[in-house]
C-alpha cells in the first residue's frame, strides 16, 4: 500500500484495488475511522488540517488571481495528500483492529520501515536480474518521462516495482533511517550489528534513488553515532566501522570490475570523484542547481508569485528546487503557509515527545528536520513527509489516547 503499482491494461482493476478496496473498507468499519477522526481532529493535530484546507484553497485561487489557470500545483502536489489518504487511512484500521489495538506507535513505525526494505529488496533484484527488471518494464504503468529516463545507463538502479524510482523514494528512506535510528537509541544498551541490518539496507536505497538522499543519510548517520552510538557502545562503533570500511571496498572492487557499477559508481559519487580530480566539491546537478535554480526573483514575484508551477516544457523559470517553485508560484505567504502544514505535524510529534520525556524521539525530530531542510534545497518533499508523518503522528495519538482510556 506504500508503494502500489499498475499494470498495462489492468488500470481499472489495480485502482479499484489501492482505492475502491480501501474506501469500501473503511466504510465497513467506521468505528475505526471515527477513533482516527478524534484522535487527529481531539488533538494538535487538527491545524495541519487548517493548514491543508487553506493550502487547498490557495493552490486554485492563486492562479485565478494571477490568470494563468495553472492548477499544477494543486493536481501535483496537494492533491497527492488526498490520493494517499485512503490507503493510509486502510492501513492504519486494519493495524487497530487486527494488529495491535492499542495502537502500538512503535510497532506502526516498524512496519514502514519493513515496507521501504522491502521495495530496496526489490531494487536489487532489478539490479541483480536485468531481464526480470525489463520485463516488469514492459508491463508496469508509468509516465512517459519516467519510463525514458529509467532507460539511462547510469539510472539502471532507479527503479522499483512501482515504476522509475527517484527524489521522493530516496526521501523515504531517509525518513526510515531517522525512525530506524529511534528504535536504536530507545534500546541502545541492548543492540547488536544485526539490529543495523535495516538502516543500512535504507542507506544502500538512498545509494540507488538519489545522491541528496546519500548525502543526508550519511549526515544522519554520522550524527547518530557522534551523540548516541559512540558515547553508550564504543566497541559496537568500532565493529560497524569496520563492516562499512569492509563495504566500501567491496562497492570500489566491483566499480573497477564490472562496467555497469562503475558507471554507477560514477553517478553515485560523483561529488567526491569531482573533489579528487579538481579540488571542487560539487557535480554537474549541484552547479547546476546553485548557479541556475537558486535565485532572487524580482520583488512582486516575492509578494504574490506568478500563478505559474509548471512551464511550457519541465519546470517554471527551470527550477525544480522545493525553496523555489512554491514561491515562484504564490509568494512568501504561501511558502509560509505549505511550510506551517509540515510545521503543525513536526511540532506536534516535538510536544507529545517532550510531554512524554522520550529524549529519542526528540532526538529524531531533530534529524527530520535536518533532513528536509536540506531536501527541499533540491526539490520538494513537504507534501511527501506528510503523507508519511501524518499516520505516524495519528496513529501516537491514539496510543495516547488507548492508554489514558486504560
Known amino acids: 500500500m506504500y508503494f502500489p503499482f499498475v499494470l498495462e491494461g489492468f488500470e481499472i482493476v489495480f485502482y479499484g484495488l489501492f482505492y475502491g478496496v480501501p474506501l469500501a473498507y473503511c466504510a465497513l468499519n467506521l468505528r475505526y475511522v471515527k477513533k482516527i477522526a478524534v484522535a487527529v481532529i481531539g488533538g494538535g493535530l487538527r491545524y495541519v488540517l487548517y493548514c491543508y484546507a487553506a493550502l487547498l484553497a490557495m493552490s486554485i485561487l492563486v492562479p485565478i488571481f494571477h490568470g494563468t489557470y495553472d492548477l499544477s500545483f494543486f493536481s501535483e502536489g496537494v492533491l497527492s495528500i488526498v490520493k494517499e489518504s485512503p490507503r493510509m487511512i486502510f492501513l492504519m484500521v486494519v493495524f487497530a483492529k487486527y494488529i495491535s489495538p492499542k495502537c502500538d506507535f512503535i510497532l506502526f513505525a516498524r512496519y514502514f520501515v519493513w515496507s521501504m526494505c522491502c521495495y530496496v529488496l526489490g531494487t536489487c533484484l532489478f539490479v541483480l536480474l536485468p531481464d526480470l527488471k525489463a520485463f516488469w518494464y514492459g508491463v508496469v504503468k508509468d509516465s512517459e518521462h519516467s519510463r525514458e529516463v529509467a532507460l539511462q545507463a547510469d539510472y539502471f538502479t532507479r527503479y522499483g516495482w512501482s515504476g522509475f524510482s527517484g527524489f521522493a523514494h530516496t526521501f523515504k528512506c531517509v525518513l526510515g533511517i ?37 548525502l543526508v543519510a550519511v549526515l544522519v548517520a554520522i550524527v547518530f ?15 560497524l566501522a569496520v563492516g562499512v570500511v569492509v563495504l566500501c571496498i567491496v562497492l570500489v572492487a566491483g566499480a573497477l570490475t564490472n562496467e555497469q557499477i562503475a558507471l554507477w559508481f560514477d553517478w553515485a559519487f560523483a561529488v567526491l570523484i569531482n573533489f ?52 515562484l508560484f504564490g509568494g512568501i505567504l504561501f511558502c509560509v503557509l505549505r511550510y506551517a502544514l509540515l510545521a503543525f505535524l513536526v511540532g506536534y510529534l516535538w510536544m507529545s515527545a517532550r510531554k512524554c520525556k522520550d529524549r529519542p524521539a526528540l532526538f529524531c525530530v531533530a534529524l527530520l528536520c535536518m533532513a528536509v531542510l536540506i531536501f527541499e534545497i533540491k526539490g520538494e518533499v513537504v507534501f511527501v513527509a506528510v503523507t508519511v508523518l501524518m499516520p505516524l503522528a495519528a496513529m501516537y495519538s491514539m496510543q495516547i489516547r488507548t492508554t489514558k482510556d486504560g
Open 178 to 214: 531517522v525512525l530506524s535510528c529511534y528504535f536504536l537509541s530507545r534500546e541502545v544498551k541492548r543492540i547488536g550489528l544485526k539490529d543495523f541490518a535495516a538502516p543500512l539496507l535504507l542507506l544502500l536505497g538512498t545509494f540507488f534513488y538519489g545522491r541528496i538522499g546519500m
Open 276 to 327: 579528487f580530480s579538481t579540488g571542487q566539491l560539487e557535480s554537474a546537478s549541484t552547479k547546476i542547481l546553485f548557479e541556475d535554480m537558486l535565485f532572487i526573483p524580482p520583488l512582486d514575484t516575492w509578494m504574490i508569485g506568478d500563478g505559474r508551477y509548471s512551464g511550457d516544457v519541465g519546470y517554471y523559470m527551470n527550477t525544480d528546487s522545493g525553496l523555489m517553485r512554491p514561491l
Open 225 to 239: 553515532v557522534f551523540f548516541v552510538l559512540l558515547k553508550k557502545r564504543p566497541m559496537l562503533t568500532t565493529r
